[in-house]
């Protein structure tokens, strides 16, 4: 395969990336880490005000009507400054389950106000794939359902909620998160600058997502779309870690020479930059798949998630270690990209997990 992004998708890029490195510098991100609040509220309404979270929204439903790749380079360069903002609760998930499944009226309804920003959504499935443990119950038009954690389920607006019906078929449903009946306890998390809540509804009316409440397959392709994005996010990262250790090693000096020409590290960052690679290469797999709606998403999605989520959890760790006992104090930023890479390593279901739905999907075609 032969895939690279076009022209003007490597000039959002390019604007994403300076619009960030002003807006949201390590600075930023550690404010919000050391104070109370949930995300960045300034820096989520400049991003609403590009319309990032207007993307892939139709026109007649008041988006820019663009494509994945475009949200792809957006999500790499989101992930290369850990931006705090709930962009990927309430655009990969939320959004996508609207936009993909539910009914014209939903549409109309949630579509404008994500676009707009006006809303905050997010998915309350913390079971992971193939959902064979989901207990929440659906009956009578009302949900009992104890979810823990749920992404930024402390400052959405509205959640959609894995469930099942009284003949135990799975099915997803729109909650309102500010009504009577929902109980909301925000999570202390490895990463604060992205929330994680326990979300308790307690015969809740909500509405069945679709005409028939959509069931396991709208699941699972919401989860892989939802990976593939995410793998761009934590490619971002690693890029951004792997270039904070390697100007740290050639500014750093010991015997009298950049620590940087020892034999040591240079293997060290091989190591780095062969797993960046694989995943990138991986990711770009999965956005080919994921623009052109291909048969093999599952299998692309599956194999990039897995592979970004291994490169971004072994990068951030020898970042520390690159920076020597330095790395591991809280005036250096290295643990800001361990702590996104251990909270983004379960966010839509864990590694093994992803890596049995890989065998699965090989197994079935071979």
Known sequence: MNFEFS????????????????ECTPAAVRKILDSNDAFDRDLWQKIVGLGWTAMTIPESHGGLGLGYLEL????????RALAPVPFS???YLATEAIKSCGTPEQKAHYLPKLAAGELIGT???HEGLGAPAVNAQWRDGALSAHKLPVPD?????????SARDDSGRLGLYVAQLDVTGVARETLNSMDPTRSQARLILDNVA????????????ALAELLDRAAVLLAFEQIGGCQAAMDMGIAYTRQRYAFGRPIASFQAIKHK????FVALELARANAYYGACALAGDAPDLPLAAATARVSATDAFYQISKENIQAHGGMGFTWEFDCHLYYRRAQLLSGVIGTQPQWKDNIVQHLLQTA
């Open 7 to 22: 022209e003007e998708q490597l000039f959002i890029r390019d604007q994403a990336r300076n619009f960030l490195s002003q």
């Open 72 to 79: 792809c380079v957006i999500a790499e360069e989101l992930g």
């Open 89 to 91: 609760s309430s655009v």
């Open 123 to 125: 998915l309350a499935h």
């Open 153 to 161: 389920g402390d400052i959405a607006d509205f959640a959609i909620i």
């Open 206 to 217: 909500v509405q069945p997502l679709g005409d028939s409440a959509a069931g396991d397959d």
């Open 269 to 272: 960052f091989a190591d780095m």
